[in-house]
């Protein structure tokens, strides 16, 4: 009979760079993985596996891929910092750029950041790009884990 390691493993594909999960995910693409008694997310699991500490807050991905199982891809952060690491615009987003929306009643591009469960309004903007900038620079000011907007 295989161990629960053996198992484990044989559902992860070593790429270079991230392990990717190969057998089911959650509706977010987060790998799950039956421990024999209930699911959990495989990327808690390998960390708990390769390190022997189980995470107390939450797991970050850095390489942005919910997929990744690889605990070097993985860092432990606090939600406010989980948060702040997003890789881009939300999926309700129209715009596709992060922080930003058309205001209706002005027919001008609004630009907001959140933080610390507050939204911060930026102003108006007459194009969504110049709106996107004051956005990121506003999130480079207040975020601590934004390595999407540092890398760019």
Known sequence: MKT???LFWAKVNKTEDCWLWTASTDQHGYGMFWTGTKMRLAHRVSVEMV???SPTEH???????????NPDHLREVSRKQNMENRAGAQATNKTGLRGVSMHKTSGLWQAKVGHNGKQIH???FKDPEAAGEAAKAKRLELY?????????
Not at 59 to 66: A, E, G, K, S, Y
Not at 144 to 152: G, I
């Open 4 to 6: 629960r390691e053996e």
């Open 51 to 53: 390190t022997g500490a």
């Open 59 to 69: 797991l970050d991905h850095v390489c942005h891929t919910p997929g990744c199982v």
């Open 122 to 124: 930026l102003g108006y």
């Open 144 to 152: 601590t884990h934004n390595e999407v907007d540092r890398a760019q």
